[in-house]
């Protein structure tokens, strides 16, 4: 069993390395390519011969097997033995040559992966390839023992009635494993389409893009679908089309521009290498890639790929899921008092919130019929906020206070002091929060103070400019009164009309509630590691299957639920609600339903609540093409509609393109965890309870 076990290790390292060279991970992928280069075994081998002892010296030298570097050298490694086998016949010189540039690959690549990484954060790709293979070209000029290669040329692999535009194609593919014939590119195509559609079509949209704008600048389409050098073309669609970037039209587009781009420096590079007769390699894919992930990277490009899923379409799923449902950038805070209060100005508002201060809410009480006073209104005192307690919506320290100012007359103000009293709260996360209008002599808080969500800092007044008394409330990178806000949001909320909680945005007119955590719901979320949990399945009253869930932790700390076939469900906090981040697994499994039947809910001991939900493709199965979600994400999308009716009950409707697809239940237990999820189909009903 050790022995199969290590066979099958040796066997996913050679066909991962052999995916990685044209950044590709996939076993069948890998296979297939190396298929391909035993049809020329002066490759083939000494590929293999470049890769063994690019792995022993490794070892030898204390790389460890875990060590990220094996990728990278390995694919290098079998490159630079490719090369050595394009050009020679195998012989003891040529194989001792091929053991000297495997270990110069190993040295080159450690040590430009950790000069590109530390200093820019940028992969190293094959540049070592391109340097050893640059080297193997120009000293083996002096070599006249080595035996230049003058029959590998094998026609037999072309079509001669495939027309040019599609041969171009065909061999600048089949050139990727060095094997520049039309059957090869066939194979190394179909394998790019097998593993992800829209990786073929980065690979086709990039070449023939390369191909155009070259011939337009050649003058001859001929000639441009002969340039050896064209796969730097498909080298830079696979790499920006799916790659290090999330598929998108924008990716598309930028993918478009850093193939033009990659035109010039193959022909500039040529003009130089060409003076010691060799190819440019790589080089031109190398210098473009890199500083496309260099600027974009820098410049904070929104669609940057920094997971590590094995394939274009995962990684537009995962993103998906985490732009459609968690806004980590905006930053999020609570409401800054208790009960029932009505927006009465909100973002880019009618009177006062314009220019650099239009992002910020005033809030009033207003009563059943709409006032915002008792009686005629005359006094201060009349309006139903005056007084009321002003909370803190966030944890941080206390930077300024004022409160000297007196509270002027309805419809009165102090254009002299525009903001009135006020209180300056500093964020952890590096902004600050101010609060004015306040009532004279109410502030509650010193400067330097620590405060929590929820203490209390003063009362609302109607200092400043202030025609009534209200309380305004903004987000600004300054600690001085009066300087430019920027956007926020509030969280942890309920609309009072309608019952949904943490809107997006709140507009005039608003009523909103705060929603109060809750310690005895967040205990039921608190799971523990090894923590086990078993369910009994039934479809349509019939028992099904058994369920069988363990808590575990990731590297970086997340937990998540694993079932008995390695299925994931990452779970956690936050702000103030339970969620599931993402499942990762078989879209056939139960484990999935947790997550449909309630992917997050506010920590509160509120009933009678909604929220909507995206809900991502790794849950349902869906037949919508994920090239053409990369062009419209909006597309095929499928969302929750969640109402929490009773103290332990949410229930839920799945809704595909505005057309209800099944219903859901899921009941908390008193304790901890789950104790029954429903899933409701037109045809099949399922239930799952914890035993």
């Not at 955590?517 to 399945?537: A, G, M, P, V, W």
Request: charged share 20%; net charge neutral.
């Amino acid at each position: 069993m050790r022995e199969k076990n290590k066979i099958i290790v040796l066997f996913e390292d050679l066909t991962g390395s052999f995916s990685n060279l044209i950044f590709i991970k996939s076993k069948i992928v890998g296979l297939l390519l190396f298929v391909c280069t035993l049809f020329n075994l002066n490759i083939a081998s000494q590929g293999i011969i470049s890769l063994v002892v690019a792995v022993l010296f490794a070892r030898f030298i204390g790389i460890k097997k875990d060590d990220p570097i094996n990728k990278l050298y390995s694919y290098n490694a079998l490159l630079t033995g490719f090369a050595i086998g394009f050009l020679f016949k195998v012989t003891y010189l040529s194989i001792i040559m091929t053991v000297g540039m495997s270990i110069m690959t190993v040295l080159l690549t450690y040590t430009l992966s950790s000069v590109l990484y530390n200093l820019f954060k940028l992969p190293v790709l094959n540049i070592p390839f391109t340097i050893s293979a640059t080297i193997i070209y120009l000293s083996s000029s002096k070599y006249s023992n080595l035996i230049v290669d003058s029959f590998y040329r094998q026609d037999h692999f072309n079509l001669d009635f495939i027309p040019g535009y599609i041969q171009g194609l065909l061999r600048a593919a089949g050139i990727l494993v060095f094997m520049p014939y039309d059957i090869i590119g066939i194979v190394v195509l179909l394998a790019i389409l097998f593993y992800s559609q829209i990786t073929f079509f980065v690979t086709i949209f990039s070449y023939y893009t390369g191909i155009l704008f070259l011939a337009l600048l050649k003058g001859s389409l001929p000639l441009a679908f002969a340039e050896i050098s064209s796969f730097n073309f498909i080298l830079v669609g696979i790499a920006l089309g799916g790659m290090f970037l999330i598929p998108s039209k924008r990716t598309y587009l930028l993918t478009f521009t850093a193939v033009l781009a990659s035109v010039f420096i193959i022909d500039a590079t040529s003009v130089f290498w060409v003076s010691f007769g060799i190819p440019v390699f790589t080089l031109p894919f190398n210098l473009t890639v890199l500083l496309y992930i260099y600027v974009l990277g820098s410049v904070k490009y929104p669609m940057m790929n920094y997971t590590s899923l094995d394939q274009p379409e995962r990684s537009l799923v995962n993103f998906l899921n985490y732009k459609n449902r968690f806004d980590w950038i905006t930053p999020s805070i609570n409401l800054p008092f208790m009960g029932r209060w009505t927006v009465y100005q909100g973002f880019n508002g009618e009177w006062t919130h314009k220019g650099v201060w239009k992002y910020a809410y005033d809030f009033v009480i207003e009563d059943d019929e709409g006032k915002t006073y008792k009686g005629n209104g005359s006094e201060k005192e009349d309006f139903y906020c005056f007084g009321k307690p002003v909370i803190s919506p966030i944890d941080g320290t206390i930077v300024e206070t004022y409160d000297d100012l007196e509270d002027n007359e309805p419809e009165q103000v102090d254009k002299d002091n525009n903001w009135g009293n006020y209180v300056m709260i500093h964020s952890p996360l590096g902004y600050y929060i101010e609060i004015s209008h306040l009532k004279k002599d109410s502030v509650k808080v010193k400067i330097g103070d620590y405060v929590t969500k929820g203490t209390p800092l003063a009362e609302c007044g109607n200092s400043g400019y202030s025609p009534q008394p209200h309380l305004h409330i903004q987000l600004q990178y300054s600690p001085y009164i009066g300087y430019a806000g920027f956007e926020f949001k509030f969280n942890s909320l309920k609309l009072a009309d309608s019952g949904t909680i943490d809107p997006d945005l709140l507009v005039k007119g608003n009523k909103v509630i705060p929603l109060t955590s809750s310690k005895t719901i967040s205990r039921k979320f608190q799971f523990i590691l090894d923590e086990e949990f078993n369910y009994d399945i039934y479809e349509n009253d019939v028992k099904a299957a058994e369920l069988s869930l363990a808590v575990k932790m990731e590297s970086d700390g997340t937990y998540y639920f694993s079932d008995t076939d390695g299925n994931r469900l990452y779970f956690g906090k936050d702000k103030d609600r339970f969620v599931f981040f993402k499942y990762s697994g078989d879209k056939r499994t139960y484990l999935r339903y947790f997550m449909i039947a309630m992917p997050s809910l506010s920590l509160t001991d509120e009933n009678n609540f909604t929220w909507s939900e995206y809900l991502s493709d790794d849950l349902l199965y869906s037949k919508f093409p994920k090239i053409l979600k990369s062009f419209y994400h909006s597309s095929d999308t499928t969302t929750g509609r969640y109402t929490k009716v009773k103290e332990n009950i949410i229930e839920g409707k799945i809704i595909k393109n505005k057309t209800g697809l099944f219903d859901t239940e899921i009941t908390l237990c008193d304790f901890k965890g789950f104790k029954d999820i429903i899933i409701n189909e037109s045809e099949k009903k399922i239930w799952m309870t914890k035993v």
